[in-house]
């Protein structure tokens, strides 16, 4: 190819190359340059709250002509996500949504009124903090002048002593008017150290509540362009969602045991939280029960490995409840001072949402960016419930009240806290594990002293081999006695256990057992259950025969 035709290739692909740059800053012009920018006063309509995180929807209206519109958010939060961000709107004007950008900006104060507010105390107390210390700096330096002064006029009167011509009464004079000068300037000192320790304690409380406020990034906010082409002029309504981070809510229970009725009464508050570094004022909130962040695959099963294991020395640990019974938190009076007969509750409405349900709280929310906790009424419902009693006298001589339940409601229970009732007598606190609905579960109340439970070692007779023998006996016998005390008949199960030997050489015999267990696992666990009718008493006996080799240490007995 000669010369002059690279050239010409050469200049055809640089006039390609021209028209498509020449095409592409007309479009950018066209989209960017000649919109008109709309700054959005925009409010939060919406919050949906997740156990982790909220999604946030913003509105504002527009009155749009035909054309191409730049509409700017600005200041909104740091902990916006911006993958989340998502666009709609509607109105009179035919709009078309061309897309969005975001942006991070960097700011002078922080957007908050809160943290502006919080800072400017701040400044205004360590002034004066500096006053008090330039205070204390100046009676110091008084009080060293002074004390000069004083050393100097007693090495005078030394002098003049040593001389013999002391002038007494000048010398009472000024000793007595350099004592009075420094005994106000110590006073004085002492009141400014006072005032000064004062305000330290007040700044750090200052700096504590800001710290437990300020966002992660306060002095940063995100910048949202959204770009609109309007081809019929109009009002327009226009939503921005995003996700922010730093917000959650978890469920508060109030569980009442009504005995008489059959019933448990369970009570739901939801507890918000929030530091995401924007105010929800007056808002229409939803609490959601799924969880975005926990992603949406299935685990992954890991190779089921098999090994022997080689047991480790395991530190003697205080004795708890077997059977899965949760021992109620002593009450505390302070909490159970603190419940109140409520006036009637505007409670929460359920929305399905796919495949999970959100409580839309009936009033509008205000929840600051504090990071403080806000409760706000779910739910109240009553549901069908047997009640019972269970007791491991072995182990603590008194039988718990234990409620069983189906959920019946429409929405699952999810993990939190419970504070537990009897009526109206608080017992104690416990954690609600996750009930699906249609799910049966437990519930425990704590002890109950009018069911009353005895655990009695009867006998513990140890036979030696004989002449030529080469095993050892050791012969035990139990009582267990359960009394029911109420005024109505009770169920109860009561557990406890024989042992149950690992080795050959150790039998576990003469076995008698009365009356007999309703049920015996291969852990040696027995299992009674009895109806008590009011006063009524039962007992039970254990009585069982432990024969091993003669001289053998043998553990656990």
Do not use: C
Request: glycine content about 6%.
């Amino acid at each position: 190819m000669s010369n002059h035709s690279v050239l010409e290739v050469l200049m055809k692909r640089i006039r390609i190359v021209s028209l498509i740059f020449f095409l592409f800053f007309s479009l950018s012009l066209s989209l960017n340059l000649f919109s008109a920018e709309i700054v959005a006063k925009s409010s939060i309509s919406s919050v949906t709250i997740y156990p982790d995180r909220a999604s946030i929807t913003r509105e504002v209206t527009l009155s749009l002509g035909s054309g191409t519109y730049s509409v700017v958010f600005d200041g909104l939060p740091s902990t916006l996500i911006p993958n989340s961000l998502r666009v709609s709107g509607k109105g009179t004007a035919t709009v078309k949504i061309l897309g969005l950008d975001v942006s991070t900006a960097f700011l002078e104060s922080p957007l908050l009124p809160e943290i502006k507010k919080l800072q400017s105390e701040i400044e205004a107390l360590e002034m004066e903090m500096t006053k008090t210390r330039d205070a204390i700096e100046v009676l110091e330096s008084q009080e060293k002048f002074l004390k000069s002064i004083e050393s100097t006029s007693i090495s005078k009167a030394s002098q003049e002593v040593a001389l013999g011509k002391p002038d007494i009464l000048t010398w009472e004079k000024v000793i007595g008017f350099l004592g009075s000068k420094l005994q106000g300037i110590k006073q004085s000192k002492l009141e400014q150290l006072k005032i000064l320790k004062e305000q330290q304690t007040k700044l750090e409380a200052l700096k504590k509540k800001l710290d437990s406020m300020a966002p992660q990034k306060p002095l940063e906010a995100k910048k949202v362009t959204v770009l609109l082409e309007s081809s019929r002029a109009g009002e327009f309504e226009l939503n921005l969602s995003y996700t922010v981070v730093n917000a959650r809510w978890v469920p508060l229970y109030t569980v009442r045991a009504l005995p008489d009725s059959s019933e448990i009464e369970l009570s739901i508050s939801g507890n918000i939280q929030q530091k995401s570094g924007e105010d929800w004022d007056d808002v229409r909130a939803l609490l959601s029960t799924s969880s975005p962040a926990l992603g949406t695959n299935p685990p992954e099963l890991n190779p089921w490995i098999l090994d022997i294991f080689v047991p480790r020395p395991v530190l003697q640990r205080e004795a708890k409840v077997v059977g899965g019974v949760e021992k109620a938190a002593a009450p505390r009076p302070e909490e159970a001072a603190l419940e109140i007969t409520e006036a009637e509750m505007a409670y929460a409405g359920i929305q399905e949402s796919g495949i999970h349900l959100n409580f839309e709280i009936k009033r509008n929310v205000q929840i600051p960016s504090d990071g403080a906790p806000h409760k706000v009424p779910i739910d109240s419902q009553k549901m069908k419930a047997k009640f019972d009693y269970i007791s491991v006298p072995k182990l603590k001589e008194a039988a718990f009240l234990r409620g069983n339940l189906q959920n019946t409601l429409p929405y699952p229970l999810l993990s939190g806290s419970a504070d537990l009732f009897i009526i109206q007598d608080f017992v104690g606190s416990t954690q609600i594990p996750y009930v699906a609905t249609e799910e049966e579960a437990k519930m425990f109340f704590g002890e109950d002293r009018q069911i009353v439970v005895k655990y009695e070692q009867l006998k513990r007779e140890k036979t030696a081999p004989g002449f030529l023998g080469k095993t050892e006996k050791v012969r035990l016998i139990y009582k267990i006695r359960v009394q029911n005390l109420r005024k109505n008949q009770i169920d109860a199960e009561i557990l406890d256990q024989i042992p149950v030997s690992q080795n050959s050489k150790i039998e576990v015999k003469d076995i008698n057992i009365s009356p007999s267990p309703s049920k015996k696992d291969e852990r040696g666990v027995l299992t009674w259950n009895f109806s008590l009718t009011p006063q009524e008493k039962r007992e039970i006996l254990i009585d069982f025969t432990v024969e091993y080799p003669k001289g053998a240490n043998i553990l656990g007995l």
